[in-house]
């Protein structure tokens, strides 16, 4: 289980994650909604496409543009569609259980 987590809060969990260029996609399905306002930002990848990005609120502190994804990829990048990055201190960790012998 992989989950995005900031300010002590979790913002996404999902079995798996796409990874491309480093960075786990979370699938839109996978997203806390709640935590997500739209921001005005946008970045262009020659590959991927355009990208738009989220501002990030938990109990009264902000994360702007702290994540992102790309509704309409490029060819290349269709596994990523609707699917969702983070960055700007956002911790990416997998929260499967770990076996001990």
């Given at each position: 289980m992989?989950?995005?987590?900031?300010?002590?809060?979790?913002?996404?969990?999902?079995?798996?994650?796409v990874v491309v260029e480093g960075n786990h996609y979370f699938p839109p399905e996978s997203l806390h909604r709640a935590y997500f306002t739209e921001s005005r930002t946008r970045s262009l990848c020659f590959w991927k496409g355009l990208a738009?990005?989220?501002?990030?609120?938990?109990?009264?502190?902000?994360?702007?543009?702290?994540a992102w994804s790309y509704p309409h990829?490029?060819?290349?990048?269709?596994?990523?569609?609707?699917?969702?990055?983070?960055?700007?201190g956002v911790v990416v960790e997998d929260a499967a259980p770990q076996v001990i012998r």
């Open positions: 992989m989950r995005a987590v900031w300010n002590g809060t979790v913002l996404a969990e999902a079995e798996r994650t738009r990005y989220y501002t990030v609120t938990v109990a009264g502190h902000t994360n702007r543009d702290a990829p490029g060819p290349l990048a269709r596994k990523i569609k609707n699917h969702v990055a983070f960055r700007n």
